[in-house]
């Protein structure tokens, strides 16, 4: 598997001055995206990109505007998932969606449990809400002490330093994730691997569809059969022998909204949906948040002396370098206007979450990291309505801990040297490296 290494060093793309120079999604466009929404928001905060819509013959259309993207992931039916649509298309065949051969399991177990807007809210209640949504809080000691152990390997370091993503903010949401899903800490190496798999298509895929070449699709489903082997084989012996873990309660749960119970398939595909989501974006948010501490001078210290802050300063900090920027996943069922831009029925929208995020429109001093920010959660960084991104709870849940953790245990942190910020391919902000130096709490 490849790793997650800048693949742009041949060809940067400059800084863009003007509409003609912005690309979002050509290699090297990462290190510029910030100074490319300024620009589309001011001359192009709908901007067409022809012959890329989700069938031949149709657009896409990047939408930067927190007022159209919030109407667009609240409203269904007007702008139905991707998804969603590909499964109705193949009911209305007469496919037999069971059958399916797919290399990832996601779009097999959506097509089963979750197909329509009524499911999607009945599977997200039933089967991840207890673990990742308003019952994450019954993860907090557990994350707690994965942040200490974490942070034991590196605090006595005599030169004072620590690569922070390899040491702590990637590895905490795997060990989080890891053991809500009941697998072993030892297995984490081979998380980690599956992991990288499945979000390949968001590192590596081209263009806002992210699309994988049919080597690299080779490559991914390769690798996503093991990782369904080896959930298949967890998935028997815990409907053997459940624990007290998410895979457990899955074997055993009646799933009400369909009166019976899940099959093996489907509990695999609920596992991706964990792994995929509840990876990336903690280890996104936290390194992002570790820079801005480095950056906003005076921050860390308030933090320090007043740990209610610490929930606006991880909201403020996800508005202001959002982990996942953008996705097309929704197309238009109607003729639809935005900011006076007509888009066709059957377009497909790239919703630029990042963008809306330091929307002017929306936001005083979009720029600014405010910890008095009044309504701070109605960033888009989760989405919104009834697709919200069903982790966000955990998520926030361990950006909090993971940092009154941190807090307790240095006194301050800059950036070291050797830092060169350059930024992993594809639609996420990850950076490669982050090198800190800090201060033992003394």
Request: hydrophobic letters at 35%.
């Amino acid at each position: 598997m490849s790793d997650k290494t800048p693949n742009h060093e041949l060809s940067p793309l400059k800084c863009p001055v003007n509409l003609d120079d912005v690309d979002l999604f050509s290699p090297g466009a990462q290190e510029h995206w910030y100074e490319a929404y300024d620009i589309l928001h001011e001359q192009a905060p709908v901007h067409r990109i022809p012959g890329e819509g989700f069938m031949p013959g149709t657009d896409g259309y990047i939408l930067t505007k927190h007022e159209d993207i919030e109407r667009v992931v609240k409203n269904w039916d007007r702008f139905p998932p991707i998804m969603s649509v590909g499964i109705e298309e193949l009911e209305k065949q007469d496919v037999p969606l069971e059958e399916l051969d797919y290399n990832n399991a996601v779009p097999k177990t959506v097509s089963t449990l979750r197909p329509n807007q009524q499911l999607w809210r009945a599977h997200r209640q039933e089967l991840t809400d207890p673990w990742v949504g308003p019952g994450a809080g019954r993860h907090e000691e557990m994350v707690r002490n994965f942040a200490n152990q974490l942070i034991d390997n590196w605090i006595d370091n005599e030169n004072g330093e620590v690569e922070f993503i390899g040491e702590f903010a990637r590895p905490l949401p795997q060990m989080v994730m890891s053991t809500i899903l009941g697998f072993p800490l030892e297995d984490l190496k081979k998380l980690e691997e599956w992991g990288n798999a499945q979000v390949m298509p968001f590192v590596y895929g081209k263009g806002h569809r992210n699309m994988l070449s049919r080597a690299q699709a080779k490559e991914q489903a390769e690798v996503l059969a093991g990782f369904t082997d080896y959930v298949r084989d967890k998935v028997t012996e815990k409907r053997a022998n459940p624990q007290n873990d998410m895979v457990s309660d899955l074997t055993q749960i009646t799933y009400k909204a369909l009166d019976r119970k899940l099959t093996d398939d489907e509990i695999v595909g609920v596992v991706y949906g964990m792994v995929i989501g509840g990876l990336e974006t903690t280890q996104y948010a936290l390194e992002e948040e570790a820079q801005l501490l480095c950056e906003r001078e005076g921050v860390f210290e308030q933090l320090k002396q007043d740990r209610s802050l610490v929930r606006a300063f991880t909201e403020e900090s996800m508005r202001l370098r959002s982990p996942t920027q953008g996705l097309s996943t929704r197309l238009t069922n109607q003729d639809e206007v935005f900011q006076g831009v007509k888009v066709p029925k059957g377009s497909l929208l790239h919703l630029r979450w990042a963008a809306a995020n330091i929307d002017a429109d929306e936001w005083d001093c979009p720029m600014d990291l405010k910890l008095d920010r009044k309504a701070s959660t109605r960033h888009l960084t989760f989405s919104a309505g009834p697709r919200v991104c069903p982790g966000a709870s955990l998520s926030r849940l361990e950006q909090v801990t993971a940092w009154n953790c941190l807090l307790d245990r240095i006194d301050g942190i800059e950036y070291a040297d050797g830092n060169q910020f350059l930024h992993q391919p594809g639609i996420m902000l990850g950076t490669v490296e982050l090198h800190l130096k800090f201060t033992k709490a003394g």
